[in-house]
């Protein structure tokens, strides 16, 4: 069974270098996504372990056997590109069971397999149709679908989702989870969204300009980014320019008590939009007054004005239901969700100052 | 001031019915967004409104008199398209002073109305460059002006933010919310996106095969749908399938939920939000999914029933669990099935 480890992958076009020295390591039987920005090098990753780019340095290995120059059909991957390729002259139904019968599995096996997977992404009936007469968020699908059943006990998919409607992806991006489990296969995903990286993964490698920012569980990512780009990629945050002195920080007219107290200086505040808990005292509580309240089903969303300071809140509903525009509310923020960084860290990403400016 | 309404408008393209007499009244100033999936017709709604597209039947009027069969331009309605269609080759400027241009205002008027649009809006965008050198939010600013600054009291988009980075996004619809209240402006949204109608709009109207399904504010649809449909189209939900015994909501494996307002031996869907299951007490399951969203961990549970329920805690759960349905709404079993009636369309 597959364990997938990259050992500094470096891959040069000319003078651009789309990876540098990128290390990663795929559990057997793991789920893991390959998160990042556009242009951050996520599909050319995907291309090296299926042997479809060489890299310019470094191994892949699998298994502890070096695929760094195996040829893509020798790798036993199943790879889904971001413009899916369909076979345009076979059914639904042929294509699904393409990879299973070049394998040569048992005609029953083969059924059941693209029975469940057909049932999944909710084409059992449209079994006989071609390609040419799915819409395009159904070939999407059907495409899934025979990456899942090709047989292959590696699968990479990148961006599997992104062309379908939101609600198509909400729903059947727990459903891959939960079929390739049932199936204890391997993956690996790319995806620039990060609420889908956070839903589905068992570990998160994010992307960014062909480097590897930090890794982890979706959890330790978004509790305890240890790069700024992580704070302000995964998950919401709200950011701030501030001044860290003794462990208190100095944001606007506002201070908090934060774990951080080995670092004196300008520092980049971060503040996670479900970390801030209206109406709860806490290691840090202050009080703001209500600018908006925008109500967005489960969550809402809270807009909040205090110390020359902006604040988006997401909460649960029934937690904050009660909040009315107009109204001044405590607000409590944890000392350990207080997450600060060296300003200087934050100097290399131009898309992080840009959303200071904004805040 | 403009009030936007559509009557009974079909439209047909051979025996498509991409419109089935659909009835729609944005009120003077209100922000209505159009959610459905694709191909639900919802884009040739705005096309019918914006004349660029006919109506096969029915009528399209502003502050009571109809406008089918008036060139577009005459129309009085501005347009944010998908890609933006900016023009390549002006300037941010330009493009933004172009609908004024087109009707004549002297130049040094328009360039006046657009830089004061920009600072009331607070848009940062650099508009002596070229779209090309602007990052997507910046020419997604110089539609909006464009569009505003031409003068329209209703303002067409059409899904204006799905070719922006989702981060930039949620910037974005702040922004067009409060260009839109700030202006006085009628807006109508077509978006698949149900968050981000959730986000900008004062009623959504919810679309699937041509037709319109619901139309209200964003927690009446939450809270109360209609139909499975609307319920699952608006947030996460799950649905048992079961019989109304006795008054009484019953589920596969015999487990009663709770009351329920239909005859006697129908058979029924119940659709559950996950904020409404409770652990602890009631029907025995396992954990089959976990994930973890900031504040509250999603959690998919498996019932001895087999059926499958998404719910969210605060705390760690194990494997086993127990859960309760503290609410839920009760449908008829539609005609059509259950994962018919839940499809696309």
């Not at chain 1, 300071?309 to 109204?327: D, H, M, N, Q, Y």
Request: aromatic fraction near 8%; proline fraction near 5%.
């Amino acid at each position: 069974m597959p364990r997938v480890e990259l050992k500094d992958i470096t891959v040069r076009y000319g003078r651009l270098e789309a990876l540098k020295e990128v290390n990663l390591v795929v559990e057997d039987g793991s789920y893991t996504v390959i998160a990042g920005p556009t242009g951050a090098g996520k599909t050319t990753l995907l291309k090296v372990i299926a042997g479809l780019v060489k890299p310019s340095h470094g191994s892949v290995i699998v298994d502890g056997k070096d695929y760094t120059m195996l040829p893509p059909e020798d790798r036993n991957v199943g790879y889904l590109p971001q413009g899916y390729a369909l076979f345009p002259h076979l059914t639904v139904w042929e294509n699904v069971t393409f990879g299973a019968y070049c394998r040569g599995w048992s005609p029953e096996e083969t059924e059941e397999v693209a029975r469940r997977v057909l049932n999944m992404v909710g084409l059992i009936g449209r079994a006989e149709s071609y390609p040419g007469e799915l819409s395009g968020g159904m070939a999407q699908r059907t495409a899934l679908a025979r990456a899942i059943a090709s047989g292959a006990s590696l699968i990479l998919f990148d961006e599997p989702l992104s062309a379908l409607d939101l609600m198509l992806r909400l729903i059947l991006r727990y459903e891959i989870r939960r079929m390739v489990k049932s199936l204890g296969l391997t993956v690996i995903h790319v995806t620039h969204d990060h609420e889908e990286a956070m839903s589905i993964a068992d570990k998160i490698y994010l992307l960014r300009s062909g480097e590897i920012v930090e890794s982890g569980t979706p959890e330790e990512l978004y509790m305890r980014p240890r790069d700024p780009f992580t704070a302000y990629f995964i998950g919401e945050s709200n950011l701030y320019r501030g001044v860290l002195k003794d462990g208190r920080v100095q944001v606007g007219g506002l201070e908090l008590d934060t774990a951080f107290d080995d670092y004196d200086g300008e520092v980049l505040v971060a503040l996670r939009t479900r970390r801030l808990f209206p109406g709860v005292k806490l290691d840090n509580t202050f009080e703001a007054s209500v600018a908006e309240v925008r109500f967005l089903g489960r969550y809402s969303r809270i807009i909040l004005e205090s110390h020359d300071l902006k604040f988006t809140v997401e909460a649960p509903t029934v937690k904050i239901g009660w909040i009315r525009k107009g109204e001044t509310v405590d607000v409590g923020v944890k000392r350990e969700d207080v997450l600060v960084y060296p300003y200087k860290y934050a100097l290399k990403y131009p898309e992080i100052l840009e959303a200071v400016g904004n805040a | 001031m403009p009030r936007l309404e559509l009557c009974d408008v079909s439209k047909y393209y051979g025996r498509i019915k991409a419109l089935e007499k659909v009835n729609l009244t944005v009120e003077d100033g209100e922000y209505l967004a159009v959610i459905g999936p694709s191909g639900c017709g919802k884009s040739t709604m705005l096309k019918v409104i914006a004349g660029i597209v006919e109506p096969t039947r029915g009528d399209v009027r502003v502050d009571g008199r109809s406008i089918v069969g008036l060139p577009p331009e005459d129309r009085g309605v501005g347009f944010i398209f998908q890609n933006l269609a900016l023009f390549p080759h002006m300037t941010g400027l330009e493009n933004s002073m172009y609908g004024l241009l087109t009707r004549e205002t002297a130049t040094d008027e328009a360039l006046n109305m657009v830089r004061k649009l920009r600072m009331e809006f607070g848009f940062r965008a650099r508009l002596s460059r070229l779209p090309g050198e602007l990052s997507m939010g910046e020419q997604q600013e110089v539609a909006i002006l464009r569009a505003v600054a031409s003068g329209a009291k209703i303002m067409l988009l059409d899904e204006p933010l799905s070719s922006i980075d989702a981060k930039v996004a949620v910037e974005v619809r702040r922004k067009l919310r409060e260009v839109v209240k700030s202006k006085g402006l009628t807006a109508l949204h077509v978006t698949h996106n149900q968050e981000e109608a959730m986000s900008v709009a004062d009623r959504i109207a919810v679309m699937r095969k041509g037709r319109i399904l619901q139309v209200g504010k964003p927690e009446e649809l939450y809270y109360k749908p209609r139909s499975p449909f609307v319920m699952a189209f608006v947030g996460d939900a799950s649905f048992l399938t079961g019989t109304c015994r006795g008054g009484r909501a019953v589920v596969r494996g015999g487990y009663d939920l709770g009351p329920c307002d239909m005859p006697e031996g129908e058979l029924i869907v119940i659709g559950v939000r996950p904020e409404s299951i409770v652990f602890g007490r009631g029907i025995p399951g396992k954990v089959r999914l976990r994930s973890y969203l900031g504040s509250l961990i999603r959690y998919e549970v498996e019932l001895e029933n087999g059926d499958i329920v998404t719910a969210v805690s605060e705390e760690e759960q194990g494997e086993n669990v127990k859960v309760w349905f503290e609410k839920y709404k009760v449908f008829k079993y539609p005609r059509e099935g259950l994962t018919e009636a839940l499809s696309p369309g």
